[in-house]
């Protein structure tokens, strides 16, 4: 046990290592577009923007186009700073969250100034992308957080898109697991991907690894028109991304716990027209817990976590 917890730990270290090539796939990131301009509304052409990531302090730099305009692509998802400057103008910072396949569009107005002002814009991701025409919902890190779910499966959370329900699967050991069927279709075309690579049980549908929720940051199911870029599949694609070290310290312990104390008495036919009272033995413990952190600042980050559910219940039956 203690090799393998040993084996599990170094695989996740490894597998945070590798984080920035997981988030550099075209599934499992976003962009920030925009336009300087200045208080008449001129193109600022050569002003500089940077987009610094709040989690982890890394940064991307560019400069604006002849047009004003400007783009980071294959961002890591989260919260971000865009700064724009230019010697003669104020400088602006707009804090703004992206999520999985958005484009946040960050139109930013120059005003004369000294470089010493700093003016701060907060904004709220936005409600509608432009820049895509797929039909999709976002699963966003607070509504991972906050929703209850019995089974803490979180790809139940894809109910939450229209045309999406639930039915059986081909494998009754999978029964317990989210198998979706979007708009009417089967549960086996559904492609499934982690951090950008494939999770798709091929044969009966289905994610083939079952992440505990604590690890799962946010994910966007894709229901129709959704681009090349999410593979093969008819049905809908989900792009499911797990949380990561930051340069904080941070973690979270949970337990749920159903005893039998809690069950209410069931009332069971005695076959003569009568009932009889039971008390139902059924008890279910759900706890764990999740830990991040930087291993090297601004460079290495690691996170863990753990899940574990147990149920006990006695069936009586007779002859």
Avoid: C
């Amino acid at each position: 046990m203690k090799r393998l917890a040993y084996l599990l730990l170094v695989g996740v270290v490894l597998l945070s290592i590798g984080v920035g090539n997981a988030f550099a796939q075209a599934t499992a990131s976003g962009t920030i577009q925009g336009t300087v301009t200045d208080k008449t509304g001129a193109a600022v052409s050569g002003a500089q923007v940077v987009a610094k990531s709040k989690a982890t302090d890394s940064t991307r730099t560019t400069t604006t186009a002849d047009t004003g305009y400007y783009r980071f692509e294959l961002l890591p998802v989260g919260i971000y700073t865009v700064t724009v400057s230019k010697t003669g103008f104020a400088v602006v910072a707009e804090t703004i969250e992206i999520l999985i396949g958005q484009t946040a569009t960050v139109n930013v107005e120059l005003k004369t100034g000294s470089m010493s002002e700093v003016i701060e814009v907060t904004s709220e991701a936005p409600v509608l992308d432009l820049a895509k025409t797929d039909v999709s919902q976002n699963i966003t890190p607070k509504e991972v957080e906050e929703l209850p779910m019995v089974g803490r499966d979180v790809a139940n959370l894809a109910y939450l898109a229209p045309g999406v329900k639930a039915t059986d699967s081909y494998d009754p050991t999978k029964n317990r697991y989210a198998i979706l069927s979007v708009n009417g279709d089967n549960g086996r075309n559904v492609n499934v991907t982690v951090n950008g690579v494939d999770n798709k049980d091929n044969t009966v549908g289905g994610p083939v690894m079952q992440l505990p929720l604590e690890a799962v940051q946010e994910f966007v199911i894709s229901t129709q028109r959704f681009s090349a870029v999410n593979g093969r599949s008819e049905g809908a694609a989900i792009n499911m991304i797990t949380k990561s070290g930051t340069n904080n310290y941070h973690g979270s312990l949970f337990g749920f716990f159903r005893d039998n104390n809690l069950n209410t008495d069931e009332k069971d036919p005695d076959g003569t027209g009568g009932i009889t009272k039971s008390h139902p033995s059924y008890t279910r413990q759900q706890f764990g817990g999740s830990i991040g952190g930087p291993i090297l600042k601004d460079k290495v980050f690691g996170f863990f976590a753990l899940e574990r559910e147990r149920e006990h219940q006695f069936l009586s039956w007779g002859y």
